[in-house]
């Protein structure tokens, strides 16, 4: 079942019934969802409890096949943490606290920007996970939203389901006998996004958690850096059993780990064998391995020491009135205020300079903010490059420093990066090297050179002249004199 792509050869993925959803787990910045502790990692541990946990009933009165599962391991569960980013409420030795209403909004702003229905009322919910990540026993979740959407190249993939829930503990060392956490993690607010399955093919998947984890980010107002965001995709295939896949760390490995599932479940459908629902790990050489059943419904039932959460009109009137533009959105608005390219654009945003280039193009009117935004992120690319010089630490005095210079013509463009490499060398910025010199001048010097050496084309007279005036005229200007004298 393949189908030709191009020059490639693909699998037909709507022959062969692919259904494909994701789930997309963010981090909140802030303090935790349950406690005032703070969102930070630490470094040393200075309290350690070991404890063993037992699968509950859910609220239909059954245990969880997957709760069965883990509890059949009979391990024993190490949880280390620092008490400047825990507390009681961690080691569920606590009631929880009021829920962090900060991140809630933060929440309810994704939710909005996917143009989600809020609920009128937020129950918590305990989730039975016995797997050692949360030291109760339980995960608390709730729905904040439901029938939102995305727009896609595909088009729309709906959103049935946001919510906000507290982060597991991380694992960090397992063993037969026991596994060890660090608590470091355990209640930081994340938000989870369930899609459809209107996800028609790999690369699709990809490109759907690409555009939920740029919505994410124009918040500002969640974690950024390595572990913060997760996929989980879940698929299945005609004669298959739904799978979920977990463990994705980059969103390229997504088609290709997707592929290989199913080339694996058509290979075991192929020689008659029953494929089970099951949770799978996404592996670094991008193949799948069995977690553990897929859990269901009876592992849910109301969280009790938290009283349901109603949601006001005024509340989300007022979310709506804040709702901020998305990233995508003001690479478009950048790109064509300052008439750059789509990809400076972005890396305007992605690097946070955005700031940065708005200060300096409404301080210095005698430059086109085209130049303050490649000075800004390619010259210091460029220095890297070409002087192996490592300027991550240049700011915006520097580049104000330097643009100063030739916002008052007292030095040519092409001195900027000269003038830049300066002060990543730690030296102060030396004006007279990079002062400009006159037409006149410049005239001069190109008679003298055209009458010690002639016969050469006007690139080589140009390279002469740039070797010996670098960084104290522009090459355009240059040329516009040569061409005075020499017709090609």
């Not at 059954?62 to 569960?77: G, S």
């Not at 750059?340 to 193009?361: F, R």
């Amino acid at each position: 079942l393949v189908v030709q792509k191009g020059d490639k050869m693909q699998l037909n993925y709507e022959g062969l019934g692919f259904k494909c959803g994701l789930e997309i787990h963010q981090q909140i910045a802030g303090k935790k969802l349950f406690c005032n502790c703070p969102v930070i990692d630490t470094v040393e541990t200075d309290i350690r409890v070991v404890r063993k946990l037992r699968a509950t009933a859910g609220e239909d009165g059954e245990i969880d096949v997957a709760a069965q599962f883990e509890m059949a391991k009979d391990k024993r569960f190490i949880y280390v943490s620092n008490s400047k980013s825990t507390c009681l409420v961690e080691y569920d030795e606590e009631p929880p606290h009021k829920i962090n209403e900060n991140a809630l909004n933060s929440a309810l702003t994704v939710a909005l920007l996917l143009k989600a229905d809020i609920v009128d009322e937020i129950q918590i919910m305990r989730k039975i996970v016995i797997d050692g990540s949360n030291i109760s026993g339980f995960q608390r979740t709730a729905l904040i939203a439901i029938d939102g959407k995305l727009e896609t190249s595909k088009g729309i993939v709906s959103i049935p389901t946001i919510c906000i829930e507290e982060e597991a503990a991380q694992k960090i060392e397992q063993k037969t006998e026991y596994v060890k956490y660090n608590l470091d993690r355990l209640g930081i607010p994340l938000i989870e996004i369930a899609t459809g399955t209107e996800i028609k093919e790999p690369e699709h998947a990809k490109e759907t958690a690409g555009l939920i984890g740029m919505v994410l980010r124009s918040t500002n107002s969640v974690v950024r850096g390595i572990g913060s965001i997760r996929q989980d995709v879940n698929i299945s295939i005609n004669g298959g059993a739904r799978t979920e896949i977990k463990g994705f760390q980059e969103l390229r490995t997504i088609p290709k780990v997707i592929d290989y599932e199913i080339k694996r479940q058509q290979e075991l459908i192929l020689n008659g064998e029953k494929i089970n629902e099951e949770v799978r790990k996404a592996e670094p050489n991008l193949i799948t391995t069995f977690l553990r059943p897929i859990p269901g419904s009876a592992r849910l039932y109301p969280e009790t020491d938290i009283l349901p959460i109603r949601i006001s009109k005024e509340r989300i009137e007022g979310l709506k009135a804040d709702l901020p533009k998305l990233i995508i959105e003001r690479i478009n608005d950048i790109e064509r205020e300052y008439e750059i390219s789509n990809e400076l654009a972005k890396e305007i945003i992605s690097e946070g300079k955005l700031d940065q280039l708005e200060q300096l193009v409404s301080r210095f009117r005698n430059i086109e903010p085209r130049f303050i935004a490649h000075t800004l992120i390619t010259i210091p690319k460029d220095i890297k490059t070409r002087f192996k010089i490592e300027c991550e630490k240049l700011s915006l005095k520097d580049f104000e420093g330097v643009l100063m210079f030739l916002n008052e013509d007292k030095i040519p463009r092409e001195a900027v990066i000269e003038a830049l490499v300066s002060i990543c060398n730690g030296e102060n910025i030396n004006i007279e090297r990079y002062s400009k010199i006159s037409d006149f001048e410049l005239e001069g010097e190109i008679r003298k050179l055209l009458g010690e050496k002639t016969g050469l084309t006007l690139s080589g007279y140009m390279g002469l002249l740039m070797g010996k005036y670098r960084g104290k005229v522009e090459g355009k200007r240059v040329i516009e004199l040569l061409r005075k004298y020499i017709r090609e």
